[in-house]
């Protein structure tokens, strides 16, 4: 976590990433996460869901 705050800080230094945009994703990605811990899913809608998320990754 230290490592990737003091690289964080660096890029916005260098006007590579806004601050905004970090903000964004930071609320996005905790809310999400709460998200996906709330859902109880099947054994089968997990693969079902990670298959299809790494063929696209694939693709990508």
Request: aromatic letters at 14%.
Given at each position: ?60
């Amino acid at each position: 976590m230290f490592v990737g705050t003091i690289g964080t800080l660096v890029f916005i230094k260098n006007d590579v990433l806004k601050l905004k945009l970090i903000c964004a994703f930071f609320v996005l990605s905790i809310s999400l996460a709460y998200l996906g811990a709330v859902i109880k899913l099947s054994q089968t809608t997990f693969f079902l869901i990670l298959v299809g998320a790494l063929v696209m990754a694939g693709f990508s």
